[in-house]
């Protein structure tokens, strides 16, 4: 029951910052708060800032495909971890990232970001953290 109130929070919410931000918006905002959390980290990052927003809602997604169908996200997921291996992704790089991301999220809901809210996504981000890094 809590995964489910969690799963329903997650979703409304990345429909509210899909409405607040265009993909620009977002991926400025975001790569904002990652130089500022881990500037050593930004440099495997060798996309151009105007994609960051395309390769968030990727990410978002695919997290979303998590809540509805499992099977399937951890298929694409260990896809997505060997490419970063490949991009030379440590493990190290993912909690600066997850911090990044939330705070993003937080900044753009506003108001729609209460504690539940936080603790749903930090569940998500986490199972997803952990699944990468394992």
């Known amino acids: 029951m809590l995964e489910k109130r969690y799963n329903q929070r ?24 990652l130089n500022k959390l881990a500037p050593d980290q930004t440099h495997i990052f060798r996309r151009p800032l105007k994609m960051w927003g395309t390769l968030l809602h990727h990410i978002v997604n695919m997290l979303m495909v998590s809540i509805s169908s499992p099977e399937t996200y951890f298929d694409e997921l260990f896809l997505l971890t060997v490419r970063h291996i490949r991009y030379g992704v440590r493990p190290d790089y993912l909690p600066p990232f997850g911090r990044a991301l ?3 999220f937080e900044y753009i809901a506003a108001e729609h970001w209460d504690e539940t809210t936080a603790t749903s996504w930090l569940h998500l981000w986490k199972r997803a953290a952990n699944s990468i890094t394992r």
Do not use: V
């Open 102 to 104: 939330l705070e993003t």
């Open 10 to 33: 997650i979703i409304k919410t990345w429909d509210i910052i899909k409405q607040r931000a265009d993909y620009d918006r977002l991926g400025q905002e975001f790569w904002k708060r």
